[in-house]
């Protein structure tokens, strides 16, 4: 009595799955040589940019409203009026959580909202308000980050304009000599104690030089924005979600 055995794929004949190709993680910043041209690193200099103003709206709203309920605060009046700086203060958050999500890649989810006491009259909705942790905390968002977003905005756009000018330098230094009467790009030329000091960079290697150093400022100018957006992002996850 013959047997017979079903054919069979030995394993070292199936097919093998390929290796799935590593994915960025959402959020990621871009590698060192495609940062300066990544869309993700502009969308963080606009808003190291747009955050100046915004800062200055918000720092305007925290201290005035602020300083008028602690001022009013003997009376029945500074009540409203900080219940009413808590409540602006959770609508900035509101949009600076939004600013977040969209231009740093950074969702965090809002705070859970005011537990107002049901037929309990309106000092007792004030008083609910002004025992918002999360109000209080949008406020501070405010104060603290004004002086951080100055900077932001100042570094960010020195560095950015200051390396793509220089790096660029050897695309239009030919204008200097042609339409100023220099002989290169002038660093500096003054007059002191009757004797003059003059420095231009007018050689193929002086220029190429300076290029160098321009695109050296170029390539880190991403990793700077990215360590100032760092503190927001740590502002924004602690104080307003």
């Known amino acids: 009595m013959s047997t017979s055995t079903l054919p069979y794929a030995a394993a070292s004949d199936a097919p093998s799955a390929a290796a799935p190709s ?3 993680p ?4 871009p590698g060192l040589w495609r940062a300066p041209f990544a869309a993700a ?3 963080e200099i606009g808003y190291t940019v747009t955050s100046l103003p915004v800062a200055v709206v918000g720092f305007t709203f925290a201290v005035t409203m602020f300083a008028l309920g602690v001022s009013l605060f003997v009376t029945v009046l500074g ?4 219940a009413a700086a808590l409540a602006g203060a959770r609508g900035f958050g509101a949009a600076e959580r939004g600013r977040a999500r969209s231009q740093l890649g950074l969702d965090v989810a809002g705070p859970a909202a005011v537990e107002k006491p049901r037929d309990a009259g309106a000092w007792a909705g004030m008083r609910a308000r002004l025992s918002d942790g999360a109000g209080w905390r949008a406020l501070l968002f405010q104060f603290v980050m004004f002086p951080s977003r100055v900077v932001s905005f100042v570094l960010s756009v020195t560095f950015l304009v200051t390396g793509w000018v220089v790096a660029l330098l050897p695309a239009y230094s030919w204008v200097f000599p042609r339409y100023l009467d220099w002989p290169g790009y002038r660093l500096f030329d003054y007059t002191s ?3 003059h000091h003059a420095f231009y960079l007018e050689s193929p290697l002086q220029i190429a030089g300076a290029s160098l150093v321009g695109l050296v400022i170029v390539f880190l100018t991403p990793k700077l924005v990215r360590a100032l957006t760092n503190i927001d992002r740590a502002a924004v996850r602690s104080l307003l979600g």
């Open 193 to 195: 104690g009757g004797e």
């Open 79 to 82: 009540l409203p009026v900080l």
């Open 41 to 43: 690193t502009y969308r």
């Open 22 to 24: 590593p994915v960025r």
């Open 26 to 29: 959402a959020g990621s910043p």
